[in-house]
């Protein structure tokens, strides 16, 4: 299937022949975060056979840095170094491009993780819970076209790639594939209003974060990026609080 081959060319480092994200591609975002999140639920499962719920949370992390390169990690540590600068948007850009982290973007990468590592043990621990955390990489996505599409219109209509393809009609599609994904979870495990919050409270998190950013530091991939993470973290956040 071209369009979730190019997809997961664009969001993994899965040695795939993809080509530049198309609309086609973009409304598939969500369903290359479910392949993704089901490398996860086979990396928790193997970890709770193995050690338990700790094991599982590494195990976890792990998967998802061989997967994504830890893509949007860097993105957040990149954001977190932009907004520390309290520079004038141009200028907090170009310390957003410096290859080195500085000493906010650490600390902020170093939470986040513990963070997540928290939440997977958490959603691990409960009973047949586990395989929800499956849910947060497909939340995590949709942010990501929904922030494409919300870029400003002239930013739009002169980038290349998924920001151009991110129209009306895709972002509509991508919710669909997102919210078909969330409630046949939700339904399959008995999970449903955990499932449901989890969309609801990952989509507005990453919006609000990425609207302060965007005032802050303007529109690019790294900030867009940041927005999937807190998508995926307050995803598991409220997992965690819904099966436990």
């Known amino acids: 299937m071209p369009p979730l081959r190019d997809a997961l060319g664009f969001l993994t480092v899965l040695p795939l022949k993809a ?10 975002f969500p369903a290359a975060g479910l392949v993704i999140g089901l490398a996860w639920t086979g990396a928790a499962w193997l970890g709770l056979h193995i050690g338990g719920p ?29 907004l520390a600068s309290h520079r004038p948007p141009e200028e907090a850009r170009e310390v957003m491009k410096d290859p080195r982290v500085g000493a906010v973007g650490a600390a902020a990468l170093g939470t986040v993780l513990l963070l997540r590592f928290a939440l997977v043990g958490a959603v691990a621990a409960v009973g047949q819970g586990w395989w929800m955390i499956a849910l947060a990489p497909v939340i995590g996505r949709f942010a990501l076209v929904w922030q494409l599409h919300r ?32 409630a046949a979870a939700g339904a399959l495990s008995g999970f449903g209003w955990p499932a449901g919050l989890a969309l609801t409270a990952g989509t507005a998190a990453a919006h609000l974060a990425y ?27 409220s997992l965690a609080l819904g099966v436990s």
């Open 151 to 182: 870029s400003a219109p002239r930013e739009r209509s002169v980038a290349k790639g998924p920001a151009a393809a991110a129209t009306l009609p895709v972002t509509v599609a991508a919710a669909l594939v997102t919210v078909a994904v969330v």
């Open 19 to 28: 080509g530049p994200p198309t609309r086609g591609a973009v409304v598939l």
């Open 211 to 237: 609207q302060r950013w965007r005032r802050r530091l303007g529109t690019g991939g790294d900030t867009i990026g940041a927005s999937g993470i807190v998508a995926e973290t307050v995803a598991l956040a």
């Open 54 to 82: 700790l094991v599982a949370a590494g195990l976890v992390l792990l998967i998802d840095f061989a997967l994504t390169g830890a893509l949007h990690l860097d993105g957040l540590a990149d954001t977190a170094d932009g």
